[in-house]
């Protein structure tokens, strides 16, 4: 065999020294830089794996709050259509009593100017009755003092 590595030019001590170097080397690597880098690479992929767990779950919790946040959208329109029916029909209710009473005043209002139109009737009646008998008696008193005279 020495003869083989002689034919292509190999010293096999050196070649021993240079295979343990070799392994010496490998074995430092592998611990002092393979490993830690190896364990690096695990933890990032762990925080990466972890980041995109809270990421779904965050997704999940947004859109869960979506979902809240519309139904208490509808249920605030829902509420405040309710709210300007309610007001709409008192507005309605108020507006028919309102009317009611406006009604009820007018007639109160017209029933009083009709009693005073036939208190005013009654008193111009009787006016007018007393200025007949008043003008009667003056013009009665006149006839019969022409008589009296005439006769005297």
């Known amino acids: 065999m020495a003869e083989?590595?002689?034919?292509?030019?190999?010293?096999?001590?050196?070649?021993?020294?240079?295979?343990?170097?070799?392994?010496?080397?490998?074995?430092?690597?592998?611990?002092?830089?393979?490993?830690?880098?190896?364990?690096?690479?695990?933890?990032?992929?762990?925080?990466?794996?972890?980041?995109?767990?809270?990421?779904?779950?965050?997704?999940?919790?947004?859109?869960?709050?979506?979902?809240?946040?519309?139904?208490?959208?509808?249920?605030?329109?829902?509420?405040?259509?309710?709210?300007?029916s309610r007001a709409q029909e008192e507005a309605k209710r108020e507006r028919g009593e309102i009317v009611v009473k406006a009604q009820e005043r007018a007639e109160g209002i017209l029933e009083g100017a009709r009693a005073e139109g036939e208190e005013l009737k009654r008193s111009a009646l009787k006016e007018s009755e007393q200025e007949i008998a008043r003008v009667a008696i003056l013009a009665t008193e006149k006839l019969i003092r022409t008589k009296l005279e005439a006769n005297t």
């Open 4 to 84: 083989l590595f002689s034919a292509f030019g190999l010293d096999w001590k050196l070649l021993i020294a240079q295979t343990v170097n070799f392994v010496i080397v490998f074995g430092g690597l592998t611990f002092f830089l393979y490993k830690p880098v190896l364990k690096i690479i695990s933890e990032r992929e762990a925080k990466i794996a972890q980041g995109i767990k809270d990421a779904e779950k965050a997704e999940k919790a947004r859109l869960k709050i979506e979902e809240e946040k519309a139904g208490i959208i509808a249920f605030a329109h829902q509420g405040a259509e309710d709210i300007v």
